[in-house]
């Protein structure tokens, strides 16, 4: 990761020297979605992109994604905003690959049930609205680098009760099922969600990019409904005792300068 004086210094003429060696080299994948015939589509791409002339193997191999070890004080940061607000940031790693996409699937529900919990939790105990987001990032391309993410903006002196909390929830993930009726609250949802996504491009240029070298990927993404279905609260409460592993975890706040500036 560069420094910071080295971003703040990197201009136009710097940027193009680095990336345009890189991109000159390796394939290029064209992805077509919409109403168009299948033979207008390639006549297209080959008189584009099918004319270029033939590139050289990508002659760099990028650094494997790892994750930061478990700290048990948060990372601190400090902000110049409003002195009421603060952000809180837990985060477990996970896994990553085509190889595991069903285990990625069943994160993202994982991943919606500790929002919704960590959403009543945070509003009941704290008697205030909180907009706690829970998300889980698994890259398809990659063996590692997955994340399941928990963030919030809080109140500076609620940041210490935000971890607490959301180390509550995923003990509880892990040592109790989740119950039918609460995982089928979930689930419908999300499956209309994907019913309504699956009816635009950009979600097939997502779930696609990359099936013209990993033919699984077709076959992952019309999987989809059918994973998210067959989802069990057995399956989740595995799920979360594989990855919510409390010698995992790893924090970060975002506190007003002020706050920051009285520790």
């Known amino acids: 990761t560069p420094s910071k004086p ?7 003429k710097d940027f193009r020297a680095f990336w345009e060696p890189i991109l000159k080299t390796g394939p290029i994948e064209v992805s077509i979605f919409g109403d168009v015939k ?40 400090a902000h110049t905003g409003p002195e009421n607000q603060a952000a809180a940031v ?20 994982l991943a919606q049930v500790f929002s919704d919990r960590l959403f009543e939790r945070l509003r009941q105990a704290a008697g205030a609205s909180y907009s706690p987001n829970v998300s889980s990032q698994w890259p ?5 680098g997955g994340r399941m993410v928990a963030i919030g903006q809080v109140a500076p002196d609620k940041v210490s009760f935000f971890f607490q909390i959301a180390r509550q929830i995923a003990a509880e993930l892990v ?15 999300m499956g209309q969600y994907i019913l309504r996504a699956s009816t635009g491009n ?10 013209t ?4 990927r077709i ?45």
Do not use: C
């Open 219 to 263: 076959a992952a993404t019309q999987r989809i409904a059918s994973d998210l279905v067959a989802t069990t609260p057995v399956e989740l409460q595995a799920t979360a005792a594989k990855y919510l592993r409390p010698e995992k975890d790893w924090t970060m706040a975002v506190v007003p300068a002020a706050t920051s500036a009285k520790k």
């Open 140 to 144: 398809v391309g990659m063996n590692t």
């Open 202 to 211: 950009q979600f097939w240029l997502q779930q696609l990019g990359g099936a």
């Open 38 to 77: 299948t033979e207008d589509a390639i006549a297209a791409v080959a008189k584009s992109f099918g004319a270029m002339k033939p590139r050289t193997a990508v002659s760099t191999v990028g650094a494997p994604v790892g994750f930061p070890a478990h700290n048990a004080t948060p990372v601190m940061r």
């Open 6 to 12: 080295t971003v703040e210094a990197l201009n136009a």
């Open 175 to 189: 040592s109790t099922p989740i119950a039918a009726d609460e995982l089928d609250r979930i689930k419908k949802p």
């Open 90 to 109: 837990i985060a477990w790693p996970t896994g990553g690959g085509i190889d595991n996409i069903v285990e990625a699937r069943r994160l993202d529900v």
């Open 213 to 216: 070298f990993d033919p699984r």
